[in-house]
């Protein structure tokens, strides 16, 4: 595990803002499934979005799209050690493993991953807080409620599950500044709970943590502009531009290129004022 990669990331989010780049090495993922799941296509992707100015790459193995099929941790493994063992090898960039599972993400880190991006915030797997700590990696702990009934008041059900999140953490001996927020737009929310988050986003800081915002390409945006998933750049920029003047830090995207001159821009247009 790389340390200095982790301090590299972990200080941008609480200083600047930071562009994550997608890497699904799986076949199955909501728009891109199937197209980087082979060694060579996965690490010219990398190189793609490294060059249109990615800062951190996030590596996932497992689809979290509605309906997708789960697998085990050796094969999530199976699909992202070499991917990410290659990238390591050629690039000087921190790399993120997205995974919820716990020994994914100690294999991950021992190949050279310093990021863990768990899109159940610690809740999935009863490890993985231990391995955190253990592993010294950086933490990203996502919103989710997928599994469970629609809550009513979106707002209150992810203060209180960052609470639990944040408790798992601390009581694993997980550092606070190790960790970055994710509210997880569209992951068992309705267009209005998305819209609700949107419209409260500064309510984020009451943590004190940055926070990261991953709506590249997502339904809600479809739903709103009527647009299919391939048709949905505009609104993805648009979008990370006003969760940007919200506060957000982090931006985990797919067009790497258009969302990193959109937020250069937006930076320098405010830093002049």
């Not at 880190?109 to 009863?126: E, H, M, R, T, Y």
């Not at 807080?129 to 979106?154: F, K, Q, W």
């Not at 531009?241 to 247009?269: M, P, Q, T």
Request: proline share 3%; net charge negative.
């Amino acid at each position: 595990m790389n340390t200095n990669h982790r301090d590299q990331f972990l200080k941008r989010a609480r200083d600047s803002y930071s562009v994550m780049g997608i890497l699904n090495v799986t076949p199955d993922s909501f728009s891109d499934g199937g197209w980087f799941d082979d060694l060579s296509t996965a690490v010219a992707q990398a190189d793609l979005m490294i060059s249109e100015g990615a800062d951190i790459l996030d590596i996932g193995g497992e689809s979290t799209r509605p309906g997708s099929t789960k697998i085990s941790a050796e094969d999530e493994q199976a699909r992202v050690i070499a991917p990410l063992t290659a990238i390591t090898s050629k690039h000087d960039i921190p790399i993120s493993i997205d995974t919820y599972k716990a020994d994914t993400a100690r294999a991950a880190c021992a190949a050279g991953a310093s990021i863990i991006n768990d899109v159940w915030g610690l809740q999935k797997d009863p490890d993985m807080a231990a391995t955190v700590a253990d592993t010294g990696a950086g933490l990203i702990l996502m919103h989710n409620s997928t599994e469970r009934d629609m809550p009513t008041d979106i707002l209150s059900d992810m203060w209180a599950f960052f609470d639990h999140s944040l408790s798992l953490a601390q009581a694993a001996g997980v550092p606070e500044d190790h960790i970055i927020l994710d509210p997880g737009i569209g992951f068992g929310k309705t267009l209005e709970h998305n819209l609700t988050i949107f419209e409260n986003l500064t309510q984020m800081q009451r943590y004190g943590l940055p926070y990261l915002i991953g709506l590249s390409r997502k339904r809600f945006i479809g739903a709103i502009l009527e647009k299919e998933v391939d048709d949905r750049l505009i609104g993805t920029v648009a979008s990370n531009l006003y969760c940007f003047a919200k506060g957000a830090s982090v931006f985990r995207v797919h067009d790497v290129g258009e969302n990193a001159d959109a937020l250069k821009l937006w930076s320098a247009i405010e830093g002049s004022q």
